[in-house]
């Protein structure tokens, strides 16, 4: 079985710009999240998505959306991205949500000048 | 919101030596406690996970407790062998959030 997917996995933009990152998830899970990893922050949980619906949030900005397809493949968005944006984004899928197990994908190292 | 904290930031243990990292947890609520293990260059992975009505659970050289009175659980490894050697975060969830600690490295010197 495929592991989860993310691409691209790595990304330079500048100030201002906006990135849409990619994540395929195992298949046959339909919950899929999302995460940044910075050296300050740690791990620290962005969204998840569910059969195509938000269905849960993390303390981010509105400069953070994301949506998922009928396929659970999702899509991430940063926009007016800022420095402090550069990370390393994980996505994560499961059969039922962040309460069960979760795979992570080998994340998308963004960095922002 | 949830706070979680990690102790110890770094540990460095000889082969052969059991390790233990401890996290406590502020949200009473919480009641899903996973553990993962990131290696260079890749996504975490989950080691073990324990739930809020559970108090102990093992599996192979790892285990994991938790103390839902003082609000901590612990992971165990023994018998470690240098390929144990990671960054090992604990994290805690309630149904719509999940928070992370800031990770442990862990080396295993053979």
């Known amino acids: 079985k495929a592991g989860v997917t993310q691409t691209p996995r790595y990304l330079i933009k500048t100030r201002g710009q906006q990135v849409t990152l990619s994540c395929s998830p195992i298949s046959g899970h339909r919950s899929v999240s999302w995460y940044q990893q910075t050296p300050g922050q740690g791990l620290q949980f962005l969204f998840e998505?569910?059969?195509?619906?938000?269905?849960n949030k993390g303390n981010f900005p509105g400069r953070f959306s994301g949506r998922q397809f009928s396929n659970s493949r999702s899509e991430m968005n940063v926009s007016t991205l800022e420095l402090g944006d550069s990370a390393l984004y994980l996505c994560?899928?499961?059969?039922?949500?962040?309460?069960?197990?979760?795979?992570f994908g080998p994340g998308t190292r963004l960095l922002v000048l | 919101g949830e706070n979680v904290e990690q102790h110890p930031s770094t540990l460095s243990v000889q082969e052969g030596d059991s390790a233990v990292i401890k996290c406590t947890y502020s949200d009473s609520a919480s009641n899903y406690f996973p553990w993962y293990k990131q290696e260079l260059g890749k996504g975490p992975q989950l080691i073990i996970d324990i739930r809020s009505n559970v108090g102990e659970k093992k599996d192979q050289r790892i285990a994991v407790t938790l103390n839902k009175t003082a609000k901590h659980f612990s992971l165990h490894i023994t018998e470690t062998q240098p390929e144990d050697s990671a960054v090992y975060f604990c994290?805690?969830?309630?149904?719509?959030?999940?928070?992370f600690g800031a990770g442990t490295r862990l080396t295993v010197k053979p």
């Open positions: 998505y569910f059969s195509e619906t938000q269905r």
């Open positions: 994290a805690a969830s309630i149904p719509n959030d999940m928070r």
């Open positions: 994560a899928s499961s059969f039922l949500g962040i309460q069960e197990t979760q795979y």
